[in-house]
């Protein structure tokens, strides 16, 4: 069994504004393995976001603790990736150098592996193209590559494929877990999409409105490559509908997807 490489231990975040509080995550514990593919479900408001940022660094006001190989994780760095909804890359940069950073490309390694990484997004061809040539499917492609320049621990993705089309959509799932069975890289990836969460992850985890906390785990054991309108999908499907429907307080918002 893959040892842990991320612990969430009791963890809550507070908020106060206007003298009052909001409490967005109430004891959430969680493990993630090595190499696992995570995805977090649930309603618009839970806390899915806010974990995210916790476990990049980005968000430290909290109450418990968080472990990355055992280190405490106080602040961002490059051992978490971390894909916004949007790519924000730089337009006056090509792909290769959105890609490279604030590393040269002079530097042999480093053309090697933006070279690696182009091919492993699919986007040869398009080292020279700026962002403004690119759709948003492989804009989003150019953060992965980004995200994944330094061989991060842990890959956070927060809704990355939200703004696209359907077709487009399907298409970016398919890519990122070529990714991931390639590199094995643990990633953690909030949706709003059933579909979507099953499609990729080892395990959903579901969480609850407001203040989030966990209201279950499913394991997915479905082999890869998986079919959305085969019974074993739809089985799982109806198991999480299930985990929603399991207590009174269900607020399915209009940003979720069923």
């Known amino acids: ?44 408001g839970c806390g899915k976001s806010t974990l995210l940022k916790i476990i ?14 055992g280190e405490e994780i ?34 042999p390694e480093i053309r090697d592996r933006v070279a690696e990484l182009i091919e492993l997004v699919r986007l040869q061809g398009f080292e020279k193209a700026y962002p403004k040539e690119l759709s948003g499917g492989m804009a989003q492609r150019v953060a992965i590559a980004r995200a994944l320049l330094r ?25 990122l877990l070529e990714i991931w069975e390639r590199n094995r890289t ?16 080892n395990r959903v985890v579901i969480l609850k409105p407001r203040p989030g906390s966990i209201r279950g785990i499913v394991p997915v054991d479905l082999p890869f490559p998986r079919k959305k309108a085969s019974s074993s999908f739809q089985e799982l499907r109806i198991k999480i509908l299930n985990e929603f429907e399991k207590v009174d307080d269900l607020e399915l918002e209009s940003g979720f997807v069923i």
């Open 1 to 44: 069994m893959a040892e842990s490489i991320l612990e969430i231990s009791s963890v809550s975040r507070v908020f106060v504004k206007n003298k009052s509080t909001v409490t967005a995550l109430d004891r959430v514990s969680l493990n993630v393995k090595r190499g696992e593919f995570i995805t977090l479900i649930g309603p618009s």
């Open 186 to 201: 643990t990633m953690i990836f909030v949706t709003h999409d059933i579909d979507e969460a099953i499609f990729l992850a």
């Open 151 to 175: 061989n991060p621990k842990v890959l956070l993705l927060d809704e990355p494929f939200g703004a696209l089309d359907a077709f487009t959509r399907t298409h970016m799932q398919e890519v």
């Open 56 to 69: 990049a660094g980005l968000d430290t006001q909290l109450e418990g603790k968080v472990l990355l190989e």
């Open 74 to 107: 106080v602040k961002p760095g490059i051992d978490k990736g971390f894909i916004f909804q949007e790519p924000r890359l730089f337009p006056w940069l090509t792909v290769e150098k959105n890609i490279a950073g604030d590393l040269s490309l002079r530097r």
